[in-house]
């Protein structure tokens, strides 16, 4: 019978999912993403060389691991382009992957719009990748978006083009931006269908052939659930739900498929854009953390703010995706802090709450509870077994099973393959 492992961010996203994804591929016949575009930023790194993705899923370096990009994501052809021409410049020129027929096709005009939504937002601005990630799947909902399907059907695709228009350009207009050009769009993108079009299948359909095999899946979660439209820090969160209850939806697979999630938490905070962060750091600790973390966007090279580990958060989002294990990833960017802090709880209006509140306006009132814990000297990057780690590292993995009561399964101390480790059996029936 098959297994699956969903892989999610529990944090603000840049977890490190990229890493462990790649970590688990090897054992995987198939990889899937299933929500979010390429607003993501995966970096996996192996052989001494790094690479970022930013649509595909992160099982392309394995020749044999089929690669699908579900029918929740919000796909723009033009990327997929670039960053298989970026993989094959790099020396990975064996590309196993599929595109749902039924995935929102990310047009022209979703970037233009999520650019000046933003600038007219003034100081209420989310801080979006400008990927167009936004407007795609609002005009997904709204029922006048494209579909990558519709490539494979030029005259199908040219009259929901025209129809498209008919209601972004008056809207272009209004906000300043210039209008778009239908037969400009439309021979660019029959183009993009010509170098495509192999690629593109029913993947649910793909999925579940796959699940009434022997196959291993693993899905890949984009961002973290604190960015999640329904249940984050809404209004500064993305359009979809990166948690591992939007598979089912976002690939095309029955829930009952979903046992073992691995939620990748970074044993510490961090966070793009705008939006509350209880835990945040404004001083030097923090300034370390980022340099030696290397919290800079893979997408937009914006420094991301930084913060202690947020319990509280970690609580919410496995509550949310049924987690059964951390992969606690970054663990050795905390070598040398001379005391740590785990935040436990919030104190709001006076009362001690152990989850985020659920409106924005509470959440900026909340305050941290922080226990405090020593922290260890040395460098950690040569550890492969949680024996090894030095004492006070073991003691705050232990602090984080405590509070959250979820056990670790993985660490890793470093971006390399090698420099990871597994510490559960759940876990180790995955990995290679
Ligand atoms: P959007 O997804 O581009 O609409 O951006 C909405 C919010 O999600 C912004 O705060 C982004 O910085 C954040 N965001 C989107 N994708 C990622 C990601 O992969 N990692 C971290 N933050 C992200």
Redo the contacts with the bound molecule.
């Keep these: 019978m098959s297994t699956t492992l969903v892989v999610v961010g529990s944090q603000?996203?840049?977890e490190g999912k990229g890493k462990i994804t790649d970590y688990f591929a090897s054992h995987a016949d198939m990889v899937v993403r299933y929500q979010?575009g390429n607003?993501?930023?995966h970096s996996v790194a192996f052989g001494g060389k790094k690479y970022s993705l930013q649509s595909i899923p992160s099982g392309i370096f394995n020749p044999q691991t089929i690669n699908v990009m579900g029918n929740g994501m919000v796909v723009n052809p033009v990327s997929v382009i670039a960053e298989l021409r970026k993989l094959s410049d790099q020396g990975i020129t064996e590309h196993n992957l599929y595109i749902s027929t039924r995935a929102a096709m990310v047009m022209p005009w979703h970037s233009a719009l999520?650019g000046a939504y933003e600038a007219n937002l003034g100081k209420a601005l989310?801080?979006?990748?400008?990927?167009g990630?936004?407007p795609c799947y609002a005009d997904k909902y709204s029922r006048i978006g494209m579909r990558i399907g519709d490539l494979l059907e030029p005259e199908y695709f040219r009259m929901r083009l025209e129809a498209a228009l008919a209601v972004k350009n008056p809207e272009m207009k209004m906000l300043g931006l210039p209008e778009m050009d239908a037969d400009e769009i439309y021979n660019q993108y029959m183009e993009i269908a010509e170098q495509l079009k192999d690629r593109i299948v029913d993947t649910s359909d793909l999925i579940n052939k796959h699940l009434q095999g022997e196959g291993n899946i693993l899905f890949e979660g984009?961002?973290?659930m604190m960015?999640c439209i329904d249940h984050g820090t809404y209004p500064?969160?993305?359009?979809s739900t990166p948690s591992a209850a939007s598979v089912p939806v976002g690939a095309g697979i029955a829930p009952q498929w979903i046992k073992t999630v691995a939620g990748v938490l970074k044993a510490y905070c961090t966070?793009?854009?705008?939006?509350p962060f209880p835990t945040e750091l404004h001083d030097e600790i923090g300034d370390g953390i980022r340099e030696r973390g290397h919290e800079y966007?893979t997408?937009?090279g914006r420094p991301r703010r930084v913060g202690w580990l947020d319990c509280c958060v970690a609580k919410y989002t496995s509550r949310l995706s049924g987690i059964t294990n951390w992969a606690v990833t970054l663990l050795d960017v905390l070598s040398g802090i001379d005391t740590l802090r785990i935040c436990y709880a919030y104190e709001l209006d006076g009362k001690v709450i152990e989850c985020p509140p659920s409106t924005i306006a509470a959440l900026e009132r909340c305050k941290p509870l922080y226990v405090e814990m020593p922290g260890w000297k040395e460098d950690i990057t040569a550890v492969r077994k949680y024996e090894d780690l030095p004492e006070n590292a073991r003691k705050y993995l232990e602090k984080v099973e405590e509070i959250t009561g979820v056990p670790v399964g993985l660490v890793s101390v470093g971006p390399d393959r090698e420099q990871t480790f597994i510490t559960s059996p759940e876990l180790k029936k995955f990995a290679k």
């Excluded at 966070?271 to 939006?275: A, D, K, L, S």
């Design positions: 603000w996203g840049d979010g607003n993501a930023g999520d989310i801080g979006t990748t400008k990927k990630i936004g984009a961002q973290g960015l500064y969160v993305t359009s966070r793009v854009g705008e939006g966007g997408v937009t």
